[in-house]
């Protein structure tokens, strides 16, 4: 908890800031299935909007390939072995044969998210036909609906989009591709982002050999979309700003109407208690967030689940405050060296986005 000798003495009769550590909202399963749509940050992207790097033509190839793309599902698609083809006209670019979908690979930061979000909006479809969510989203409805009860709901869909697609363990490799190959027989189309070729997903992570067939069977539903570039987060912007002292912390939160205040430690003990499929309510309405004593993270579960949730603050654009050390300092050199050192490099990466947006939390002198 924050020590009380921190709280500002002119807080006194105010409410207190909220704490993370105290949500643990419960979310059912129809309400995963409704918002199974591009978070609040990408509501209002689109391929216009998408600006590609002149000294990367990739870019501005995938922007005419995903239209392209987009531009072929505005009809339902056939069953597999129907007489209508998946697209309703072929995309500007081929796909590989045999294929049902698009793969976006890329480095972090260079705007597949963007582009991911930007072909669901350009899907002339209702929004209730095409879904949106990340690979762990994805895996919790599965968890919640069951696996049947996914398939029927999913395969009416004419595209479903996947973003931060990998694979951490062989159990999430079987039902991934279990679940991919069930929609596609039913006509689904699929886009997904990674940082890592559906070839090679699961490689350090868990003996990827014993389980080819199924990764191979991923890797047949897309052509693979390379985009290169630098992270756009740190394309002309200064240095991640250094952290705040706990004092500043707590004082920002209490001025701020709506941002929550926690201690690192408990916010990683209570992280632990409650699914991450939560994560995302547990942010709803929040203005800020506000931790103090931030330190580097010990194993690598608690890890993962901080990777989460700053998927979901940033979704959100939640700005986030700190003191303690500095957020490139989180994991260990092991971890980023590791089998999840993508997922960490991109935490690294959004979370100092985030701090560079609670800037404006602290008075300037």
Known sequence: MVSSTAIPESSSGT???AALADRAPQV???RLVAELVPPPRFDAVRFATYVPDPGQPSQAAAVEALSGFAAGLGAPAAKAGGRRGLWRRAPRTPARSGARGMYLDGGYGVGKTHLLASLWHATDAPTELKAFGTFVELTNLVGALGF???VKTLSGHRLLCID???LDDPGDTVLVSSLLGKLVGEGVALAATSNTLPGKLGEGRFAAADFLREIQGLSAHFTPLRIDGEDYRHRGLPKAPEPR??????RAAYATPGASLDDFGDLLDHLARVHPSRYGAMCEEL??????GVRPVADQSTALRLVVLADRLY???VPVLASGVPFDELFGEEMLRGGYRKKYFRAISRLTALARDAGRLVPTA
Do not use: H, M
Request: hydrophobic residues 30%; glycine residues 0%.
């Open 164 to 166: 931060e697609f990998e």
């Open 287 to 292: 203005t800020a967030v506000a931790l103090t």
């Open 245 to 250: 002292t706990d004092d500043e912390v707590t």
């Open 15 to 17: 409410t207190a800031p």
């Open 28 to 30: 059912p399963a129809d």
């Open 148 to 150: 049947q009860q996914t």
């Open 315 to 317: 979704d959100r654009e």
